[in-house]
């Protein structure tokens, strides 16, 4: 059974850095093929794909965040960190893990934390 | 980026209807398009892989289709369980982008 569970603050101050992390279970970052993407989603509002982070450290970001991203994995540890600097209200939202599965889709998901960003 | 026109963006519908969400790609993204469903507090749900491939445990009155860069979701008939947002997510090129979600209402 896949499992992935998201930690980190729930409350940052404007200009932070955040750092998420996903404990994955039952699968291995270091299986050909495997992939995990982070997602968020702004309280009432749509699904934003951040990026991703595959079995050989290749590493995919949203363009627009690009700049403010960083994904990376420790394989010894099955977890999988995502950084955000500069942190802003409009980057509060529920963070979410997921395991890329057939096509790319994202067939597990983490349960999801809540980072807001305030003052 | 591709994007994604998801439509409608809200739809209310009663228990038995057949309904349908469509999103269009902004080019061609092949086969790659998937589909969740998301209820208030939860994570998405994976409905449908590569435009048509039932997800394991998802029931069958669940299904995805194509027609050129249309894709569309199926429900033929609603039950009270599916009333909840729904996204479509295109995986052919990076950034993976979501559809801006349909909220499907009890009529």
């Known amino acids: 059974q896949i499992t992935l569970k998201e930690s980190g603050p729930t409350l940052v101050k404007p200009t932070q850095t955040v750092t998420l992390t996903c404990i994955i279970s039952g699968f291995s970052l270091s299986t050909s093929g495997v992939g995990v993407g982070w997602i968020r989603q702004p309280p009432g509002k749509a699904l934003e794909w951040l990026g991703v982070?595959?079995?050989?450290?290749?590493?995919r970001y949203s363009p627009s965040l690009k700049s403010r991203l960083s994904i990376s994995k420790d394989t010894s540890k099955n977890k999988v960190v995502l950084t955000v600097t500069n942190m802003d209200p409009v980057d509060t939202a529920t963070y979410f893990c997921?395991?890329?599965?057939?096509?790319?889709?994202?067939?597990?998901w983490g349960q999801g934390t809540l980072v807001t960003v305030s003052s | 980026d591709i994007q994604m026109t998801q439509s409608p963006s809200s739809l209310s519908a009663s228990v038995g209807d057949r309904i349908t969400i469509t999103c269009r790609a902004s080019q061609t993204i092949n086969r790659y398009l998937n589909w969740y469903q998301q209820t208030p507090g939860k994570a998405p749900k994976l409905l449908i892989y590569g435009t048509s491939s039932l997800q394991s445990g998802v029931p069958s009155r669940f299904s995805g289709s194509v027609s050129g860069t249309d894709f569309t979701l199926t429900i033929s008939s609603l039950q009270p369980e599916d009333f909840a947002t729904y996204y479509c997510?295109?995986?052919?090129?990076?950034?993976?982008?979501f559809g801006q979600g349909t909220k499907l209402e009890i009529k």
């Open positions: 997510h295109q995986t052919y090129s990076t950034p993976y982008t």
């Open positions: 982070i595959y079995w050989d450290d290749d590493k």
């Open positions: 997921a395991h890329l599965y057939n096509y790319g889709s994202l067939d597990s």
